[in-house]
């Protein structure tokens, strides 16, 4: 797999302008100046997927990397994201596509994106497995891997069943490191008994981690004074061995400035550092919020298909952090194809829930918050 840096640029949350007609389009002049930095701090990987941005973040890869810069001086990984396709034609059409948008001729990493639930089904359903295989005897993909939003059990499940792939990408941050929802640490270690090698994404957990409470905050301050709060988050997870590179979803000059900044000159965490992040997470676990493990229950019962789990989790988000982009963020990509404001208040998942949550109120106040426009 080669050397590559422990930054990597996701290309999913990216710098915007306002266009003729009023629409927001990406502001390609300022991501061309984030890429030059990023590249001259000596960072090559790139990461984007069919889904981002509205489907126009390949196409802004292609002008801002690939355009511009030798092929083989950088590594374009891009996602097929089959739940996004009407039939199996169409899943594997999207190959296609995204070779055609990223203009890349081939990909250094390819993922299945965003295994997990029922989503996981689909990709061995309609043959994308053998056919992504297919792509590697062609050359077209140099490594095969997937990302995963599920917990260790789901992820293993893959494993077992996949012994093939190059890689993993999966969520891991300090604060979701003992997650019972997220289970990073139990995600990673799955991934480490298995050698894979493990590309981070969410390391400052959509920019949360840097709007963390006061009091958390003010241990990390007291620590290092100088340290960057995303500076934290990016050196704890590019500390763990294994890890082929960290993603950060960087939308301005500055953040990618910053993180350049950090990631030349990484220092793994050491133990004190260890412990005031720790001393982090206990303070957010005990932050008041809604008591769901993810389990999954409800979702078996529930007549209207509410993605109850995923909203609990943006509210979650907004008690955790008061971050509103990311919990609205959240809630569109996991909760919009089942939303809270379909609920019929008939009960089955409170009868079903064993942390007995007030899951209609809660409900109530998602749709409030989240589903304004
Ligand atoms: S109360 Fe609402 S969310 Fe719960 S099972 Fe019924 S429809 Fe679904
Ligand atoms: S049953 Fe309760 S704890 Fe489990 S996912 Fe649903 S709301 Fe969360």
Same mark, same amino acid.
């Given at each position: 797999?080669?050397?590559?840096?422990?930054l990597?640029?996701?290309?999913?949350?990216?710098? %915007?302008?306002?266009?003729?007609?009023?629409s927001?389009e990406?502001?390609?002049?300022?991501?061309?100046?984030?890429?030059d930095?990023?590249?001259?701090g000596?960072?090559?990987?790139?990461?984007?997927?069919?889904?981002?941005h509205?489907?126009?973040?390949?196409?802004?890869?292609?002008a801002?990397?690939?355009?511009?810069y030798?092929?083989?001086?950088?590594?374009?990984?891009?996602?097929?994201?089959?739940?996004?396709?009407?039939?199996?034609?169409d899943?594997?059409?999207?190959?296609?596509?995204?070779?055609?948008?990223t203009?890349?001729?081939?990909f250094d990493?390819?993922?299945?994106?965003?295994?997990?639930?029922e989503?996981?089904?689909?990709?061995d359903?309609?043959?994308l497995?053998?056919?992504?295989?297919?792509?590697?005897r062609?050359?077209?993909?140099?490594?095969l891997?997937?990302?995963?939003?599920?917990?260790?059990?789901?992820?293993?499940?893959?494993?077992?069943?996949?012994?093939?792939v190059?890689?993993?990408?999966?969520?891991?941050?300090?604060a979701?490191?003992?997650? %019972?929802t997220?289970?990073?640490?139990?995600?990673? %270690?799955?991934?480490?008994?298995?050698?894979?090698?493990v590309?981070?994404?969410?390391?400052?957990k959509g920019g949360s981690?840097?709007?963390?409470?006061?009091?958390?905050?003010a241990?990390?301050?007291?620590?290092?004074?100088d %340290?960057?709060?995303a500076?934290?988050?990016?050196?704890?997870?590019?500390?763990?061995?294994?890890?082929?590179?960290?993603?950060?979803?960087?939308?301005?000059?500055?953040?990618?400035e910053?993180?350049?900044?950090?990631?030349?000159?990484?220092?793994?965490?050491?133990?004190?550092?260890?412990?005031?992040?720790?001393?982090?997470r206990?303070?957010?676990d005990?932050?008041?919020t809604?008591?769901?493990?993810?389990?999954?229950y409800?979702?078996?019962?529930?007549?209207?298909g509410?993605?109850?789990?995923a909203?609990?989790?943006s509210?979650?988000?907004?008690?955790?952090?008061?971050?509103?982009?990311r919990?609205?963020?959240?809630?569109?990509?996991?909760?919009?194809?089942?939303p809270?404001?379909?609920?019929?208040?008939?009960?089955?998942?409170?009868?079903?829930?064993?942390?007995?949550i007030?899951?209609v109120?809660?409900?109530?106040?998602?749709?409030?918050?989240?589903?304004?426009?």
């Amino acid at each position: 797999m080669g050397e590559i840096g422990k930054l990597g640029f996701g290309f999913m949350r990216l710098p %915007e302008v306002e266009g003729a007609d009023g629409s927001k389009e990406i502001d390609l002049d300022t991501l061309a100046g984030m890429v030059d930095t990023f590249m001259n701090g000596g960072f090559t990987y790139f990461d984007t997927a069919r889904g981002y941005h509205g489907g126009r973040s390949e196409a802004a890869l292609k002008a801002a990397v690939v355009d511009r810069y030798p092929r083989e001086s950088f590594q374009v990984a891009t996602k097929l994201p089959a739940w996004m396709a009407k039939d199996a034609a169409d899943a594997r059409a999207m190959f296609d596509a995204s070779l055609e948008q990223t203009g890349a001729g081939y990909f250094d990493f390819f993922l299945l994106h965003n295994l997990g639930e029922e989503r996981t089904r689909l990709f061995d359903d309609w043959g994308l497995w053998d056919y992504l295989a297919e792509k590697k005897r062609e050359g077209l993909v140099r490594n095969l891997g997937f990302s995963i939003h599920d917990k260790a059990d789901a992820l293993e499940a893959v494993l077992d069943a996949h012994p093939e792939v190059d890689f993993v990408q999966l969520q891991v941050n300090y604060a979701d490191w003992e997650s %019972e929802t997220v289970e990073s640490r139990k995600c990673y %270690e799955a991934a480490r008994a298995r050698n894979l090698p493990v590309v981070v994404m969410e390391p400052v957990k959509g920019g949360s981690l840097v709007k963390l409470p006061d009091d958390a905050a003010a241990v990390l301050r007291n620590a290092a004074p100088d %340290e960057p709060l995303a500076a934290w988050a990016l050196r704890f997870a590019a500390s763990l061995p294994g890890v082929l590179t960290v993603l950060s979803g960087m939308s301005t000059p500055a953040q990618v400035e910053e993180n350049v900044r950090t990631m030349r000159a990484f220092r793994p965490v050491g133990p004190e550092e260890r412990a005031a992040l720790d001393h982090v997470r206990a303070i957010l676990d005990g932050i008041p919020t809604v008591p769901c493990t993810d389990c999954r229950y409800c979702l078996k019962s529930c007549p209207q298909g509410v993605r109850i789990p995923a909203a609990l989790a943006s509210l979650n988000i907004l008690a955790l952090y008061g971050d509103e982009h990311r919990a609205q963020e959240n809630y569109d990509w996991n909760a919009s194809a089942g939303p809270a404001s379909s609920c019929v208040a008939c009960g089955a998942c409170e009868d079903v829930c064993p942390q007995r949550i007030g899951i209609v109120r809660e409900l109530v106040r998602a749709a409030g918050l989240f589903e304004k426009r």
